[in-house]
């Protein structure tokens, strides 16, 4: 009878280890997904899910285990037994190949793709304490942030900004029809608090990810819910809070999450009030004037009067404070072992976000120009129903199906100084969009993505004119007045495959058809050219690269992509008086095309020890976009809300070069130690007009040094940016020419420090010293000055 019990007792618990479920985490305790679990003969090899849960009942009971991920080390257990329910793997210092999901939208590794990627996950995030989601990508050091007001943050990624450049949460692009050729804050509507990673692809990715996507792709991966690993019910709650002292804010979050083995929830909420953003007060006596970006008044109102007040600190910019409030709601479900259905809810709204560029202009006889310039709150509501299921078979391993709806308001509200009306211009955006994705694997280095995209754009535009907030009259719409429609539907493939040993290839082609249709209705303010105005286009788009890798460290990437930018409605049907310029619709306008070309090199010397890498792009812009003099019966200049204008337009050019060189190393002198930094030099040129374009950044990038020793984290780096002169910049006022100094956009360079440390279980510290010798500067076609020294204190944890 003993001997009964002891055989089963035996056979139960070698089940159970059959059995065995493990989550792999790093040293933090964050979960780490897609790890490859292989034994020694490599005949078998099970890969992790995205909550980093791994089932070992493949192995053997005695074989040797070996746990994988291109950003940890291989970690390696003699047997099964040796294994708990948690691995614990140790974080590479530096990383060559990263997993990533924004190449092929599915999962795969930078070794097999030819594009130039860079990811930030949520350790980094966290420690370099980025205030917003577009503050994360300047710690990238290949992406300059263009600043107009303090609620503000557009990417330039070379030399592509705005609508040139796809915003994607979660698989669903946030592009939408009246996302503009200026300078966009959308980004900002993404909670940092919330990112699992951010994925950003440089170039050309039309044939993935559809228009928009010429200079590359900014894709915002938020955090999900987790299941439990077996029985118990797995909960936890984490907060954070945030200081920063150059402009008096706070920000603060906290999250809760549950699951159980078939359904898991994470709920967030974030709070932020930013103050006024105060600038560095050590200036350079090269720069002239001397008191360049200083802010000697403002505007307020007295017994119901305007007034002008001096500020009493011209060093602070007065009124770029704000609040913000966001949102998120996640739930997942486990409908089967093969299938998963999910919900994924994100609300954010500010408060009204001042124009800090308007406010301080002044009229000829000195006085300020505007009273009241803001955008109203600025409100992005995301709902979207996901449906994954992984199951082989012929067509798909898997298929990952999303369904969205978006709502977005912007607004914008203007008030001359002593005026008593106030222009109130009104947009909202309801957009529905469909991703269907499907990854076929036919072997373990071969795979094909394929699906289809459906987007429905509705823009409304209204304006009106208010005086003490009631209606006193009908005021010019931005957009056409009669309201606007836009859709599309497309299809691609993208195949990717590892030849052999040395070389990769990777191949993709998409075709999309798009279709537009705006109403314009005559006004005692515009009179159009067109009543209605409706077209349709077909854009294909391809792609193809190769991965030589002929050993001893070295790596060569190059590919060949086409991208593809529809014209929106932002593009042909906006009314917009700036400075002095009025922008005027134009319906004749045909889609940008885009050829890049684009050569990589990295070399990794050692073990890992050391790795430079040396990417070069050409793209050549077909039929451009661009900001072009407009006459009309002989006349450039026309009468619009009580001023005259000079009267401008978007056009087709014939062609346009952008190109340039990025640069990046990375070095690990000691064990503990890592030395980093980038370079990007990009040039840009309408060749048709032979006039410098827009958005096209000086030379910039960051070098810094880590160090961790035991618990601690620690980094001093410089951010630096050169001289952009104003002969190099746009003729047309996309950069802002008019907040420069004398000579441009002056050189600058900050010395910053931050560090990062446990101070009990679970909850952290980390602090920084931004701008530490308060240098004054602006970031390249930014009204608003960067803050001073800024200290910034975080205290993050888990309950």
């Avoid at 097999?112 to 710690?139: F, R, W």
């Avoid at 602070?316 to 409030?325: D, E, I, K, P, S």
């Avoid at 996901?386 to 008030?415: G, M, P």
Wanted: negative net charge; charged residues 20%; contains cysteine.
């Amino acid at each position: 009878m003993r001997v009964t019990i002891l055989i089963l007792l035996i056979v139960a618990s070698y089940s159970n280890l059959l059995s065995q479920q493990v989550r792999i985490t790093n040293s933090e305790e964050q979960v780490i997904p897609y790890v490859v679990v292989y034994n020694q003969s490599k005949n078998i090899h099970v890969l992790g899910n995205e909550e980093g849960i791994c089932n070992l009942s493949s192995f053997s009971l005695n074989e040797a285990i070996f746990f994988q991920h291109p950003s940890y080390h291989i970690k390696e257990y003699s047997s099964l037994s040796e294994i708990g329910s948690t691995v614990i793997l140790e974080e590479k210092v530096i990383v060559m190949d990263e997993l990533v999901i924004s190449a092929t939208r599915g999962q795969n590794t930078t070794e097999t793709i030819p594009y130039y990627l860079k990811s930030l996950h949520t350790g980094s995030i966290e420690y370099k304490n980025a205030p917003t989601a577009a503050d994360i990508l300047v710690k990238t050091g290949h992406i300059a942030v263009q600043k107009t007001q303090s609620g503000g943050g557009s990417p330039i990624i070379r030399g592509f900004e705005a609508n040139r450049i796809l915003l994607v949460v979660d698989g669903i692009r946030m592009n939408n029809a009246i996302y503009r050729s200026g300078h966009l804050q959308n980004s900002i509507t993404i909670d940092p608090n919330i990112l699992q990673s951010t994925e950003v692809i440089f170039g050309p990715s039309s044939v993935m990810y559809g228009s928009d996507a010429l200079g590359g792709v900014i894709h915002y991966i938020s955090k999900n819910p987790r299941f439990s690993i077996d029985d118990k019910l797995n909960s936890e709650a984490q907060f954070s809070i945030q200081g920063m002292s150059a402009s008096n804010s706070m920000r603060s979050n906290f999250n809760y999450s549950v699951g159980g083995k078939k359904w898991a929830s994470l709920t967030s909420i974030s709070y932020s009030n930013f103050g006024d953003i105060k600038m560095g007060e050590n200036r350079s006596s090269d720069v002239t004037p001397s008191d360049w970006g200083k802010v000697y008044h403002y505007a307020d109102v007295e017994n119901g009067k305007d007034i002008m007040l001096p500020n009493s600190d011209p060093n602070v910019q007065r009124r770029t404070g704000y609040t913000q409030y966001d949102i998120m709601q996640k739930v997942r479900y486990k409908v089967s072992d093969h299938h998963e259905l999910g919900l994924n809810f994100q609300y954010s709204n500010s408060s009204n976000i001042n124009r800090f560029d308007q406010l301080i202009r002044y009229n000829d006889d000195n006085t300020l120009k505007y009273a009241d310039f803001y955008y109203g709150p600025q409100k992005r509501l995301l709902a979207a129903i996901n449906s994954k299921y992984s199951k082989e078979c012929v067509l798909f391993n898997s298929v990952n199906t999303i369904a969205a709806y978006q709502n977005i308001k912007e607004d914008r509200h203007s008030r001359k100084f002593n005026d008593l009306e106030q222009l109130n211009q009104l947009e909202t955006v309801d957009v529905l969009s469909l991703n269907v994705d499907f990854e076929k694997d036919f072997t373990l280095t071969t795979k094909l993505n394929y699906g289809l995209e459906y987007t429905y754009n509705n823009v409304t535009s209204k304006a009106d004119y208010t005086i003490d907030g009631n209606f006193s009259g009908i005021a010019p719409t931005r957009y056409p007045n009669g309201g606007s429609h836009t859709s599309s539907i497309s299809v691609y493939t993208n195949y990717n495959s590892q030849l052999n040993d040395l070389l990769s290839l990777n191949a993709g082609f998409r075709y999309g058809y798009y279709f537009y249709n705006s109403v314009f209705n005559a006004n005692d303010f515009f009179t159009p050219p067109v009543n209605e105005f409706k077209t349709s286009n077909g854009a294909p788009s391809a792609s193809i690269g190769l991965v030589f890798k002929p050993g001893l460290g070295w790596r060569f990437n190059g590919n060949v992509t086409t991208g593809f930018r529809v014209p929106n409605v932002d593009d042909y049907g906006k009314i917009r008086a700036k400075n002095s310029e009025i922008s005027l619709p134009n319906t004749a306008i045909d889609p940008e095309k885009a050829v890049n070309f684009e050569l990589s090199a990295t070399k990794v010397f050692g073990n890992d020890i050391a790795s430079v890498n040396l990417t070069y792009f050409h793209t050549v812009l077909h039929d451009a976009i661009l900001r072009t003099n407009l006459t009309i019966n002989g006349k450039d200049s026309i009468l619009y809300d009580g001023d005259w204008y000079r009267m401008v337009t978007n056009d087709n050019v014939d062609k346009a070069l952008i190109k340039g060189i990025s640069a990046a190393f990375q070095l690990q002198p000691l064990f503990n130690t890592k030395i980093s930094g980038t370079y990007n030099y990009t040039v840009g040129r309408s060749l048709s007009k032979d006039e410098p374009m827009g958005h096209i950044p000086p030379i910039f990038g960051r070098v810094g040094a880590e160090y961790k020793y035991k618990k601690l984290v620690s980094e001093v780096y410089i951010n630096y940016q050169a001289t952009k002169k104003l002969e190099d910049m746009s003729p047309y006022g996309e950069d802002n020419d008019d907040a420069a100094a004398d000579i441009g956009f002056p050189s600058w360079q900050t010395l910053n420090i931050a560090f990062q440390y446990p101070i009990i279980d679970k909850i952290y510290i980390q602090a920084s010293v931004e701008n530490i010798l308060d240098k004054h500067y602006k970031s390249f076609a930014s009204p608003i000055s960067s803050p001073g020294r800024n200290i910034i204190i975080s205290l993050t944890g888990t309950l």
